[in-house]
């Protein structure tokens, strides 16, 4: 499976960004999808994931209410709408596959495939 993560790029606090990670490859509509950062310096964070049905979401807090992430299985794509961005959210974002249907979400050891990132840089 392979992974193209795109959208990033360069927006001001309080805009708006929609990230893109198409799969291609032995795709599968039941693998669960996840959407980590890692700013400068800092370890790689959970930010968004979503089931591979796409009933159920998960979000880290800092992110809740300002995120959303979808997925179009017809498209072996999946989507993380960010707004009212903040210079925090700042970082490259990488999306990942699991074929694991149970595993925790919210740790990257649970994916199995990772794109190579697209990076979002949010000014004040």
């Known amino acids: 499976v392979q992974l193209q993560a795109s959208g990033g790029g360069l927006v001001q606090a309080g805009g708006s960004l929609r990230l893109s990670c198409a799969a291609s490859g032995r795709t599968s509509s039941s693998y669960n999808m996840g959407w980590f950062r890692q700013a400068p310096g800092k370890e790689r964070e959970f930010v968004a994931s979503i089931r591979w049905s796409g009933g159920s979401t998960y979000y880290r807090d800092s992110v809740k209410g300002r995120s959303t992430i979808s997925r179009d299985n017809a498209r072996n794509t999946v989507y993380l709408q960010m707004n009212s961005l903040k210079p925090e959210d700042t970082a490259t974002y990488y999306c990942?596959?699991?074929?694991?249907?149970?595993?925790?979400?919210?740790?990257?050891?649970?994916?199995?495939?990772w794109g190579q990132g697209t990076l979002v840089t949010v000014s004040s």
């Open positions: 990942a596959a699991s074929s694991r249907t149970y595993a925790n979400s919210r740790f990257s050891n649970s994916y199995d495939y």
